[in-house]
Every structure is written in structure tokens, then in C-alpha cells.
């Protein structure tokens, strides 16, 4: 069997090889300004792509970024004019304003926790995924690394702090108490808030951003922290009624809380350090948002 060559080892190849020696001879103006790579949604951005990824949008893509003063309609053209003979893939031109209003909703880096908090983290996940290649102007990778660098302080204790409460309520307390009543519906839709809610705190806690929920456990087994909870996670997706292993996640998840200094409370029980995290955030405001709304 042929092994699989992943789609960004493709598109890197494929830019190296094919797209920049063309761009840089014929587009000589527009060549210092551009950013080329693959970010953004789809498996092959994260590096999950496989074979059954084959079955739909399989072509090699490569993604040209141009910053404001360069990039227009005009130039899209010519970009595509002069790259037209090249069939091995897609490549798709667009401003650096754009990609980043897309998954942000703003035209400028996140500057409070308010817009930190309106941008779903999958979004950030996928702003900051995949590789560039070659970063002729720099803006493209100024932002990106303003979002690489992480939520403030504030604002992943105040995730956290969501994440822990929802994990305690949804997984140690009405799972079990849904599946003693007979409540299989109940108890699945708890089961589900709780590995979602338990996903995202593991990330939260190795300063990482959750992607999509498909990717989310693929991701998970990655992470220097924590990634034994993924093994936990398959049991409880498999074995109905296995309270050993959310209680296994929660004092896996609990005990880095601890070595955090977060919290230093005796319970095993994960709702009262939603508050002991809570108490952490400096920011009075932040501090009082509900944190079921998160």
C-alpha cells in the first residue's frame, strides 16, 4: 500500500516546488508582500488528515494571504493568471483582514475579555493551526502569533472555571443519578457536557486551543498534559454506567488544578473549585460573569 503523504506536507511541497519559483519570477511586485501556507478549517490543516479523509475535498490546497495596501481584486487575478497552468491542487488568495475577521469577528487582535470570550475557540484553534510557509510581508504571522501567545490570564481561569463547574454537575452528579432513574437520554446528554466540558479543560490547562469537537479527542492525545485522559474518554464513550473513569478524569484534571495553585480544597467533588479558580481572576467584571453562559 502507497503510505499517505499528508495535505500539508503536499501543499508544502507543492509551494517549494511549483508555486514560488512561478510567483516570484512573474509576480515580482507581489511576491515580498505575500504570506503563503495552510491554516484554517479541515482535517489537513491540524495534520489529521488520512486516508478516509480522500472520500471528499481531497486536492493538495495552498493559501496565499496579501495585506490590505496589496491585496485586491486585481491582484487576485493575476495571482490566479499566473498560477493557472499549476493542476496538482487549489490555491486560494484572500487578505490577511479577512482570514482573521472570519474566525475573530474583529479587524484587529482580541484587546479585552470581552472580545477574547465572543471568539469560540474552535475558531482560535483554527487561526492558529497548520504551517506558513513563507512570510513575505509579516502580518499575516504578527497576528497569528498574537493569538498563538494564548488567552490572558483572566480569561482562562474564567474558561476553566465553566469547564470545571460543568464537569462536576454534568459528570459526577447527574450522570450517575440520570442512569439510577432509568434516564438513558438524560444520562447520554450529561455524559456528552461532561467529556466536551472535560476536553476543554484539559487544553485550557496545557494553554492550548480546543478545535472542532470532530478533532477535539484526536487533538486531546497529543498534549504534553494530560493526554492519558483520552483513554478515559474512549471507556466512557463505550461503557455506559463506568463512573470510575470520570472520577478517574476528574482527579486527573483536579490534581493539575492543584499544582497550578488554583485550589487547595479537600473535595473530590469539582464544583466547589469552580468557585476556588474563580477567586483567582483579578478582573472584578470578569469575575461575575455567569459562568454556565461560556
Known sequence: MTKYLQGLDRAQLWWMLSIEPVVSRELPDLYPYMTVGLVGDGSDCFGFDDQISTDHDSQTRVKIW?????????????????????SEGTISVESVAQFYRRYTGLDWSPQNWREWIAIPEKNLAAATNGDVFYDGGGRFSDRRQRLKDYYPDDVRLKLLESRILTMGQAGQYNYPRCLARGEVVGATLAKARFMEAAISAVFLLNRKYCPFYKWAGRALRDLPLLSEVSGYLEIIATDTGRQDAVESICEAVLGKLRLQGFTDLPTDFLVPHSAAVRGHISDSELREVNPWKL
Request: negative net charge.
Open 66 to 86: 496579501l495585506p490590505e495596501g496589496a491585496y485586491s481584486d486585481l491582484a487576485v487575478s493575476r495571482i490566479q493568471a499566473a498560477t493557472s497552468h499549476l
